[in-house]
C-alpha cells in the first residue's frame, strides 16, 4: 500500500456524508482535513459533533469554500442533496479531485453544458471527478461484471427492491413526488427529473458493453398509503404516494438491452402491497444466464444506513485521484475494493 496520507475534505455531513466521515476516519490511507456544511448553524461545529459522534475530530465545519480550496486537499467527498455545478467547478479547476455521490454518473443529466464545464475544469485543475454511491453506482458495475461468463448477452437487468423506510431523507423522497396525491398533475416528469441519474447509469454501462442504444425509456407506478404514516423524519397521509416501482430500458431495435428497476416502499401499509427481494437482482439473460442477489446485512447496532452509498465513493478515492485528469466513469477504473478496511491487512 502507498504510504501518504490522502488529504480528504467532507462536502456536507447529512445522512451519507456521516458514514462517509466515518469511513475517512477509520481508513488508514485517508485523513479528514476540513468539512464544508451548508446549512449556517453548522458552520464552525466540529465534524464529528456533526456525524452525531461519540468524540470530536478537530475539524470544525466551513461555508467558505476559499478556506477549502486553502487546505489543498487531494480530494473531496462531495455529497450534498442538491449539487452546485460551480462549486464543483471551483473545487476541479484548484487541482482537486471529486468524489461524488450527488447524482453524478456522466454527468449528462447535469445538461450537456455543465458536464462539458465540469471536464474542462476537471483538465485543467489536472483531477477527476467520479460519481457513485450504491444504485447507481455499484449496482451498475454488479450488473456488468455479471456478465463476464456470457457469449451472448440479450438483457442485463439491475433491480433494486427494498424496504427503503430506514433511509431518513425526506427531501429526496419528497422531490420524487412520495407523500403527494398519485392524481397529482406532472408526477411522472417530476419523478424522471428526480432520477434522471439512472439515464446515465443505464447509458455508462451501454457503453461498458459496447452497445449503442436507440432510446432509454422510464416508466413508474406508484404504490399508496392504505394508512396514515409517521416514519419518524416524514409523515406520509392516506391515500398518499409511499412508494414505487420504476424502470429505465436501454432500447436497441425495439429490445430492452438494459434494464435498471427501482421497487422502493416507505411505511408497513401500501397498496399494491408489491413485495420486495431486500437487496439487488441482477439478471443477465443469455448464453448462459446469470441471476445473482447482492443483500446488505447490515449489523443490528448499526445506525448510519448512509454506509452503502458512502463506501463506493471512499473506496474510489484513490483509485480516482490515480486516474487520468476529466470525467471519469466506473468502467475506466480499476477494480474498486475494500482495500485498507480488510480485518487484519
Ligand atoms: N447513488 C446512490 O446510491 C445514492 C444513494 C443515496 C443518496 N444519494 C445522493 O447522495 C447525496 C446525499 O444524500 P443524503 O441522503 O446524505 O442527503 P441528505 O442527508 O438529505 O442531505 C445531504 C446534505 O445536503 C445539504 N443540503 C440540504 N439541502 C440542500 C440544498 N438545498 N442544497 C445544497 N445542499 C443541501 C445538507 O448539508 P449540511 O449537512 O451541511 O447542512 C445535508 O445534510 C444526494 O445527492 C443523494 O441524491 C446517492
Redo the contacts with the bound molecule.
Keep these: 500500500m502507498a504510504s501518504k496520507k490522502l488529504r480528504i475534505v467532507q462536502w456536507?455531513?447529512?445522512?451519507?456524508?456521516r458514514s462517509a466521515v466515518r469511513a475517512v476516519l477509520d481508513h488508514p490511507e485517508l485523513e479528514l482535513v476540513g468539512c464544508y456544511?451548508?446549512?449556517p448553524d453548522?458552520v464552525g461545529r466540529d465534524v464529528g459533533e456533526l456525524c452525531g459522534f461519540d468524540e470530536k475530530i478537530g475539524v470544525p465545519a466551513t461555508n467558505d469554500i476559499e478556506a477549502i480550496l486553502a487546505l489543498r486537499p487531494d480530494c473531496v467527498l462531495y455529497?450534498?442533496?442538491?449539487?452546485?455545478v460551480d462549486d464543483m467547478v471551483r473545487l476541479l479547476e484548484a487541482g482537486i479531485n471529486v468524489v461524488s455521490?450527488?447524482?453524478f454518473i456522466t454527468g449528462k443529466s447535469y445538461g450537456e453544458q455543465d458536464m462539458r464545464r465540469l471536464d474542462e475544469a476537471a483538465r485543467r485543475g489536472g483531477v477527476s471527478l467520479y460519481g457513485?454511491?450504491?444504485?447507481?453506482?455499484l449496482a451498475n458495475v454488479l450488473g456488468l461484471v455479471a456478465t463476464a461468463v456470457c457469449r451472448r448477452v440479450d438483457r442485463v437487468s439491475v433491480l433494486e427492491s427494498v424496504d427503503a423506510t430506514a433511509y431518513a431523507?425526506a427531501?429526496?423522497w419528497l422531490d420524487i413526488g412520495f407523500a403527494s396525491p398519485p392524481d397529482t398533475p406532472g408526477l411522472y416528469e417530476r419523478a424522471k427529473t428526480r432520477m434522471l441519474v439512472f439515464l446515465d447509469a443505464v447509458e455508462m454501462m451501454a457503453a461498458a458493453l459496447a452497445v449503442e442504444l436507440d432510446e432509454v425509456r422510464f416508466d413508474v407506478d406508484f404504490g399508496v398509503a392504505k394508512k396514515d404514516l409517521d416514519l419518524g423524519y416524514m409523515k406520509i397521509a392516506k391515500g398518499t404516494i409511499c412508494g414505487l416501482k420504476s424502470v429505465w430500458s436501454g432500447i436497441v431495435a425495439g429490445k430492452s438491452v438494459i434494464e435498471l428497476g427501482l421497487l422502493w416502499r416507505l411505511g408497513d401499509a401500501m397498496d399494491p402491497d408489491w413485495p420486495t427481494e431486500e437487496g439487488y437482482v441482477i439478471e443477465v439473460d443469455g448464453v448462459p444466464s446469470v441471476r445473482a442477489r447482492y443483500a446488505i446485512q447490515y449489523p443490528a447496532n448499526l445506525t448510519d444506513f448512509?454506509v452503502a452509498?458512502a463506501n463506493p465513493a471512499v473506496n474510489a478515492i484513490r483509485a480516482v485521484v490515480a486516474a487520468p485528469p476529466g470525467l471519469v466513469t466506473a468502467d475506466r477504473l480499476p477494480l474498486v475494493t475494500a482495500a485498507g478496511f480488510v480485518a487484519g491487512g
Design positions: 456536507t455531513t447529512g445522512l451519507v456524508g456544511a451548508w446549512s453548522k455529497m450534498p442533496l442538491q449539487w452546485v455521490t450527488a447524482n457513485t454511491g450504491i444504485n447507481p453506482g431523507s427531501q429526496t448512509g452509498t
